[in-house]
C-alpha cells in the first residue's frame, strides 16, 4: 500500500478568503489559491486544474505500462486533461475529465494504439477515483 498526502489551509469567507496547499514531496509549498483563482481569471491553481493535472499524469504513466504488454515502448506521450466543474441542485461537481493524447510510438499500429489507450482510461486509479464521464481524443503521430 502507498499512501501519498496533501494539505490545504484556508482562511477568511469564500470570496474574500485565501488559502495556501501543498504537497508532501514539497513541489507544492503553501501555493496560494483562492475564489477568483477557481472561479474567475486570476492567475494560479486551482482543485480542479490539480486533478487535472494529476489524471493527465497518471493515465500517461498507465499507457506506458500497458503498451509494455504489447512489447511497445513510447517515444512520447503528451496528455492534457481538461475537468469540467459545473453547477447543479447540489453546488458544484466536477462532471467530465476529457482527456487529449497525442503519443509517438515506433511501430504501433493504430488498433493496437486505440486499445491500449482505452485501456489506460479506464484503468489508471485517477479514472477510477473519478465519478465523472471520461472521454477521449487520441492521435498516434
Same mark, same amino acid.
Given at each position: 500500500?502507498? $499512501?501519498?498526502?496533501?494539505?490545504? !489551509?484556508?482562511?477568511?469567507?469564500?470570496?474574500?478568503?485565501? +488559502?495556501?496547499?501543498?504537497?508532501?514531496? +514539497?513541489? =507544492? !509549498?503553501?501555493?496560494?489559491?483562492?475564489? $477568483?483563482?477557481?472561479?474567475?481569471?486570476?492567475? +494560479?491553481?486551482?482543485?480542479?486544474?490539480?486533478?487535472?493535472?494529476?489524471?493527465?499524469?497518471?493515465?500517461?504513466?498507465? =499507457?506506458? $505500462?500497458?503498451?509494455?504488454?504489447?512489447?511497445?515502448?513510447?517515444?512520447?506521450?503528451?496528455?492534457?486533461?481538461?475537468?469540467?466543474?459545473?453547477?447543479?441542485?447540489?453546488?458544484?461537481?466536477?462532471?467530465?475529465?476529457? =482527456?487529449?493524447?497525442?503519443?509517438?510510438?515506433? +511501430?504501433?499500429?493504430?488498433?493496437?494504439?486505440?486499445?491500449?489507450?482505452?485501456?489506460?482510461?479506464?484503468?489508471?486509479?485517477?479514472?477510477?477515483?473519478?465519478?465523472?464521464?471520461?472521454?477521449?481524443?487520441?492521435?498516434?503521430?
Amino acid at each position: 500500500m502507498i $499512501n501519498k498526502s496533501g494539505s490545504a !489551509n484556508w482562511q477568511g469567507g469564500l470570496k474574500d478568503g485565501t +488559502g495556501t496547499v501543498s504537497t508532501e514531496s +514539497g513541489v =507544492l !509549498n503553501k501555493q496560494n489559491y483562492g475564489f $477568483n483563482k477557481r472561479f474567475g481569471d486570476e492567475a +494560479g491553481t486551482n482543485p480542479e486544474e490539480l486533478i487535472a493535472a494529476a489524471h493527465a499524469s497518471c493515465f500517461s504513466m498507465a =499507457l506506458s $505500462n500497458i503498451l509494455g504488454d504489447y512489447d511497445l515502448k513510447a517515444d512520447d506521450i503528451s496528455t492534457v486533461a481538461t475537468v469540467t466543474l459545473e453547477q447543479d441542485d447540489g453546488g458544484f461537481s466536477v462532471t467530465k475529465s476529457h =482527456l487529449k493524447l497525442t503519443a509517438s510510438i515506433p +511501430g504501433a499500429s493504430e488498433e493496437t494504439f486505440m486499445e491500449a489507450a482505452n485501456k489506460a482510461k479506464a484503468g489508471c486509479p485517477i479514472s477510477k477515483l473519478l465519478n465523472a464521464e471520461i472521454t477521449m481524443d487520441a492521435t498516434l503521430a
